[in-house]
Each structure stands twice: as C-alpha cells, then as structure tokens.
C-alpha cells in the first residue's frame, strides 16, 4: 500500500508543477495580450477607412488611369498568405486556420492545385513548418515576421505579393488570418488581398463618387495603392498577434482548471489509499495483540 501512496503523492507533485507552468503561462499571455490589443484597436479604424477609400477610388475609376494592381483577370495562379503563430500551447488556434487554408484550396482553388499553381506564403512557424512539411509550394522568406514584430518587416511581405501580382506571377492573392474580437473569440477569415476589390453597387445605387485630385490622380493613385494595401497586411498580422495570444490565455486557463479538477480527483485518491493503509495497520496490530493473549 506504501507503493500506492508514493505514486499518487508523485502524481499530485507533477500535476501542481504543471499547474504552476499553465498559470504563469496565462499571465504572460495575459500581459502581451493587453498591448497586443492597445495596437489592433488603434490601428483598426485608420485601416478600414483606408481601405473603404481606396475602394472608392478603383470603382469610380474612370478607366482613363492605370491600376495594375486592380486589374482583374483570369485566375491561373494563386498565392495565399495565412498567419499563424510561432508557438503552440494556444488551443485549435493555429490547427483552424491551417484547416480554413486547406479548405479554400480544395473548394475555391481546387483546378489551379491540380496544376500546381497554388502558392503558401506563411507568417508565422507553425503555418511554414505544416505546409513545408506537406508539400505544398512555399513561400519561405517571410515565415519569422513574429520574431520581430515591425511594420517594415510586413511591408516586405506585402511588396513581395504586390510586385509578383503587378508582373502577372499571380492572378490572385488571398489573406487567411484570425480577427480578434476577444480574448475568448477569434473569427477565421478569408479575405481579398489582390486585385484591390471595388465596392459592390447594386443598378439601383450607382451614384458616382465625387473626388477632386490633387496633384494628379494616376500619382496619387500609384502612392497611395501600396500603401493602403502595406497597412491592410499590417493590420490581419495585429489581428493575428492579438488572437494568437488571447488564445492562449484562454487554453491556459482550462488548462489551469482542468489541473485543478485533476489534484481534486488525486487527494480523494489519496486520502482513500491512505485510511485503507491506516486500517491494514491496525487490523494487524489488533490480530497480533489478540494472539499474544491467546
């Protein structure tokens, strides 16, 4: 019985150290999350007004400006830019966004795959360890973007996939990311990177947007393009940055309550092992006593 209680007693020791690690693995993520979260909703609104006027612009093209980089045409080739996270210990996080990657391809892109003519560009060591590993055509020059965190470092990745849709390298460039909402929620998304998309107007509401350009639209156009669409990637890499860590905190966290259930269940393990070891004992002191007298 002596063998019994030094292995539970050995477990609740090993479950308590883990314990210990999930908990001050919750209040890292916690830390990073807040300042994770301080960016994204800062840089959230500049993004999306962005983003709606440079939308404008490209519908209310005249058609008498050059927009190589909202040009559409025939999709042969197809270059998807998904964002995961360097670590693990973040719950389905990462497992998601690879699946929703997965997925696209099979479902949106399934005869340009056939061909070999899907591209994987990874953020992230996750994303660029599972697709490497898998076969798929790799993209591998801006996979540690999240070991140096900086908007240059985005602008790289973003000019990369500009350049190569401008030369016709690509017909199609998709952003797989995970908006952050909370630190509990996080929406997988799939979303239009280029060609730059018009805004949808229905036959009944095609009112022209009115805009008065200064100096030159075709320079501003070309300024301002690259631009929006370096500040688009920067903002699903936030995005990403703050879900990755919320996730994380979140996973701890059950982690941390799951050991608790767990040291719950061992105690009355041990307790129990430990009255029946008592009770042996006194059974043979009694049994030994009551032969002595006999």
Request: proline letters at 2%; aromatic letters at 8%; glycine letters at 4%.
């Amino acid at each position: 019985m002596s063998g019994a209680l030094k292995e539970v007693r050995s477990r609740i020791k090993s479950v308590q150290s883990t314990q210990q690690i999930t908990k001050a693995m919750k209040m890292v993520s916690a830390a990073k999350l807040r300042r994770a979260q301080d960016a994204i909703t800062q840089m959230r609104p500049y993004a999306k007004k962005l983003q709606e006027v440079l939308s404008n612009i490209v519908t209310s093209s005249n058609g008498d400006v050059s927009m190589e980089l909202a040009s559409e045409r025939a999709v042969e080739k197809v270059l998807i830019i998904i964002v995961t996270s360097d670590r693990g210990l973040c719950g389905g996080y990462n497992s998601n966004l690879i699946k929703l990657a997965k997925q696209n391809i099979k479902t949106k892109f399934e005869s340009q795959s056939a061909k070999g003519n899907v591209f994987v560009l990874p953020i992230g060591k996750k994303g660029f360890e599972h697709f490497t590993k898998n076969g798929f055509n790799v993209v591998n020059d801006y996979w540690d973007i999240f070991s140096d965190l900086r908007f240059e470092r985005v602008q790289a990745a973003a000019k990369y996939a500009m350049e190569a849709f401008a030369s016709k390298e690509y017909d199609l460039v998709e952003i797989i990311y995970s908006e952050f909402k909370n630190a509990a929620s996080q929406v997988y998304t799939s979303e239009p990177f280029l060609p730059v998309q018009k805004v949808a107007t229905s036959e009944n509401n095609k009112k022209k947007s009115d805009f008065i350009f200064e100096p030159d639209q075709q320079v501003l156009i070309d300024e301002l393009m690259p631009k929006i669409l370096n500040t688009q990637l920067y903002k699903a890499v936030l995005d990403a940055n703050a879900s990755e860590h919320g996730a994380r905190m979140t996973a701890m966290d059950k982690a941390s309550e799951n050991a608790n259930e767990l040291l719950k269940s061992l105690k009355i393990s041990y307790n129990r092992a430990r009255q029946a070891a008592i009770t042996t004992e006194l059974t043979e002191i009694v049994s030994g006593a009551a032969a002595l007298q006999g």
